[in-house]
């Protein structure tokens, strides 16, 4: 399928887009993590020191998300329409996960009877959502049928062993950018036992790409290898520097810089993300859409820029905003009470 000439505005906008993708992941990656982390201990006040951790910042940060679908219905509705059907369980259950999981944030410090109930959903709430967001990743990279702008496969496409792969490897992912988050913002007991967790999630993490990568090579190489990984070797640098900074991540971890884990973990994620700009683009579904071939009329897009340029800044600056009020450690937490094993 010959690409369609994209205008600059269908490019500003699917730059928009990408740039959301990649603050959200970062984002609600890590309050997603520590969502994960938090099912991992049965400590009732490390579990509520980790959940102190993301307070101010875990509905903000789900803003972005809105940004992405809002963004993705206006300027590139047949992308929207393509998504939503290939991944129409994947989605159900990412908004059933949202929803217990702010549920349980909110309930489970009012509750003492039903307390268990909100921990469980808000632990396997975090888990639902990180893995259909790794599947959906991982199905992607195979390819989505598509024909006349429309979704043409089935409903189960997306149940793969690779894209189960991907999802178990988001998961583990979250989970480090959790636990770097909580060396970020604790001290004391919890901020070691965030830290003892980070080298053996990295290790898991390269493990599950080690396999997914085998998956490739054996059972699914065609899928895979219709994207321009291989045309753009140039585009090689980022899966590589991915692999270096999860090493870094897990070295990282064995020094006393609080900071630097988590560095290291983002910059995973922005090589990984770069690594599918590279095999995916032009296309916005892959291998159907382009840019070009997706974006609505011009005119459509004027519109949406000057409504965009009022409100993606106030979103952005909000989020700056936030951040820099709560910078620092988290009062208060990581002290004797988290020395208990879980």
Same mark, same amino acid.
């Given at each position: 399928?010959?690409?369609?000439?994209?205008?600059?505005?269908?490019?500003?906008?699917?730059?928009?887009?990408?740039?959301?993708?990649?603050?959200?992941?970062?984002?609600?990656?890590?309050?997603?993590?520590?969502?994960?982390?938090?099912?991992?201990?049965?400590?009732?006040?490390?579990?509520?020191?980790?959940?102190?951790?993301?307070?101010?910042?875990?509905?903000?940060?789900?803003?972005?998300?809105?940004? !992405?679908?809002?963004?993705?219905? $206006? *300027? %590139?509705?047949? /992308?929207?329409?393509?998504?939503? #059907? &290939?991944?129409?369980?994947?989605?159900?259950?990412?908004?059933?996960?949202?929803?217990?999981?702010?549920?349980?944030?909110?309930?489970?410090?009012?509750?003492?009877?039903?307390?268990?109930?909100?921990?469980?959903?808000?632990?396997?709430?975090?888990?639902?959502?990180?893995?259909?967001?790794?599947?959906?990743?991982?199905?992607?990279?195979?390819?989505?049928?598509?024909?006349?702008?429309?979704?043409?496969?089935?409903?189960?496409?997306?149940?793969?062993?690779?894209?189960?792969?991907?999802?178990?490897?988001?998961?583990?992912?979250?989970?480090?950018?959790?636990?770097?988050?909580?060396?970020?913002?604790?001290?004391?007991?919890?901020?070691?036992?965030?830290?003892?967790?980070?080298?053996?999630?990295?290790?898991? !993490?390269?493990?599950?790409?080690? $396999? *997914? %990568?085998?998956? /490739?090579?054996?059972?699914?190489? #065609? &899928?895979?290898?219709?994207?321009?990984?291989?045309?753009?070797?140039?585009?090689?640098?980022?899966?590589?520097?991915?692999?270096?900074?999860?090493?870094?991540?897990?070295?990282?971890?064995?020094?006393?810089?609080?900071?630097?884990?988590?560095?290291?973990?983002?910059?995973?994620?922005?090589?990984?993300?770069?690594?599918?700009?590279?095999?995916?683009?032009?296309?916005?579904?892959?291998?159907?859409?382009?840019?070009?071939?997706?974006?609505?009329?011009?005119?459509?897009?004027?519109?949406?820029?000057?409504?965009?340029?009022?409100?993606?800044?106030?979103?952005?600056?909000?989020?700056?905003?936030?951040?820099?009020?709560?910078?620092?450690?988290?009062?208060?937490?990581?002290?004797?009470?988290?020395?208990?094993?879980?």
């Amino acid at each position: 399928m010959s690409a369609a000439p994209a205008s600059d505005l269908a490019l500003f906008w699917a730059g928009v887009i990408a740039l959301a993708i990649l603050v959200y992941v970062i984002l609600d990656g890590f309050d997603l993590g520590v969502g994960i982390l938090f099912g991992t201990t049965r400590d009732e006040a490390r579990r509520t020191a980790l959940m102190n951790t993301i307070a101010p910042f875990w509905d903000g940060n789900e803003t972005w998300l809105v940004v !992405v679908g809002a963004g993705l219905f $206006a *300027a %590139f509705p047949a /992308v929207y329409a393509v998504f939503l #059907g &290939a991944f129409y369980i994947p989605v159900l259950l990412l908004l059933v996960g949202l929803i217990f999981r702010g549920v349980a944030f909110e309930f489970r410090g009012r509750s003492v009877r039903m307390r268990r109930l909100w921990d469980r959903g808000f632990f396997v709430g975090s888990v639902v959502v990180a893995f259909v967001q790794g599947a959906a990743v991982g199905a992607m990279m195979r390819g989505i049928k598509v024909h006349d702008s429309q979704f043409a496969g089935g409903t189960f496409d997306w149940l793969h062993p690779f894209a189960l792969l991907t999802g178990a490897g988001l998961v583990f992912g979250y989970a480090l950018l959790g636990a770097g988050w909580v060396v970020v913002k604790s001290e004391g007991a919890l901020r070691d036992w965030g830290r003892a967790r980070i080298g053996w999630l990295a290790a898991i !993490v390269f493990v599950l790409i080690g $396999a *997914a %990568f085998a998956v /490739v090579l054996g059972a699914d190489a #065609g &899928a895979v290898a219709q994207g321009h990984l291989r045309d753009r070797p140039w585009g090689w640098v980022f899966p590589a520097a991915g692999v270096a900074a999860l090493a870094a991540t897990a070295l990282a971890a064995r020094g006393r810089n609080d900071v630097l884990p988590f560095f290291c973990s983002v910059l995973f994620f922005l090589c990984a993300y770069l690594s599918l700009g590279v095999m995916f683009w032009p296309y916005m579904v892959p291998y159907a859409l382009t840019v070009g071939s997706a974006a609505s009329p011009d005119a459509s897009l004027r519109f949406l820029f000057y409504g965009g340029g009022v409100v993606l800044p106030v979103i952005a600056v909000y989020t700056a905003g936030v951040y820099w009020v709560f910078r620092g450690k988290t009062p208060g937490f990581g002290g004797e009470a988290h020395k208990r094993r879980s």
